[in-house]
DNA sequence: TATAAATCAGACCAAAACATCCGGTATATG
DNA sequence: CATATACCGGATGTTTTGGTCTGATTTATA
């Protein structure tokens, strides 16, 4: 079982927090990303040629050529992601399963999960990828 | 993707609280319950069969069989359900995927997230069953 | 005691998620 | 201009999850 996120959109947040995270704004090839992040790098560069098409992400083509964060980081969340990849249904929809889980109609953990999931929406929202640089080149270093 | 629940457990979730919402404690058909819940027969026939060997429900064969909860509804939580379906590995593995995420090797949102699991572990242990009955008969009178 | 109605075990099938492979095209660099 | 190296698109393969089917067994009840 994922914790919340696809392995898809996990690899996506890495990736990107890792590009971000770079001083120069050189393309670095899926296959350093891949082995940095000890992830499979033709599933990586999938993810990666995903997100160009978001914007978050720009690719370079041929000799040299490799993937680098597409604007400034102060201007990317974490949401942008997890929007581009997994999309957002997780916010809209009942922790439970039951349909039609509303304020009209709530299950029996509607309030609380409510509470937790704007939260979580929060944590993924109120910062931008240039206020996990540090705390990314932590991780990775240690990795 | 999931919320964070697999399919089985939600169904599970959803199947047990309807049983522990019962006034009586006489068995209830898989099919009864199928129906109530518009979610397959079948599918939730095994997860219930599943449930019998952690004491959480138990069944009867035959005619004029099913399922009922196993024991006092204030005496199951909702974390029992999950551990015995989904497992409790999500409350321990890192939000973005990144390996061992622990406070001594950080990943950017570790704290942040890790608040936010505390807190839906704590939603799903502090109360019991029967403190659902409301709430779970009121949902279900509307599905 | 025959029958109908249910669980149970295990095989099976389908779809989604996860991952790899290949052939094409772009392009930096020698 | 040749070559090596990278992305790109699409097909393919694998694994997990979600869901169905069948046949055996159990058991209430007519």
């Known amino acids: 079982m994922t914790v919340i996120f696809s392995k898809k959109c996990e690899y996506g947040l890495q990736a990107v927090l890792y590009l971000a995270a770079q001083i120069s704004r050189e ?3 899926a296959e350093v990303i891949a082995n940095k992040l000890s992830i ?15 914007g978050i992400v720009i690719s370079q083509k041929g000799k040299s050529g490799g993937f ?6 102060k201007k990317i969340k974490l949401i942008d992601i ?4 997994d999309g957002l249904s997780m916010f809209n929809n009942c922790v439970m399963g039951f349909p039609n889980c509303n ?15 704007s939260k979580a929406y929060s944590m993924l929202t109120d910062e ?12 990775i270093s240690n990795l």
Do not use: M, Y
Not at 40 to 52: A, D, G, N
Not at 82 to 85: E, G, L, P, T
Not at 128 to 139: A, G, H, S, V, Y
């Open 40 to 54: 499979p790098k033709e599933f990586v560069s999938k993810i990666l040629q995903s997100l160009t098409e978001n």
């Open 103 to 117: 304020p009209e109609n709530p299950c029996p953990l509607h309030d609380k999960w409510g509470e937790l999931r």
């Open 68 to 73: 680098a964060i597409a604007k400034d980081p």
């Open 128 to 139: 931008n990828l240039d206020n996990f640089r540090e705390k990314t080149l932590r991780k």
């Open 82 to 85: 997890v929007a581009a990849i």
């Open 27 to 29: 393309v670095i090839p």
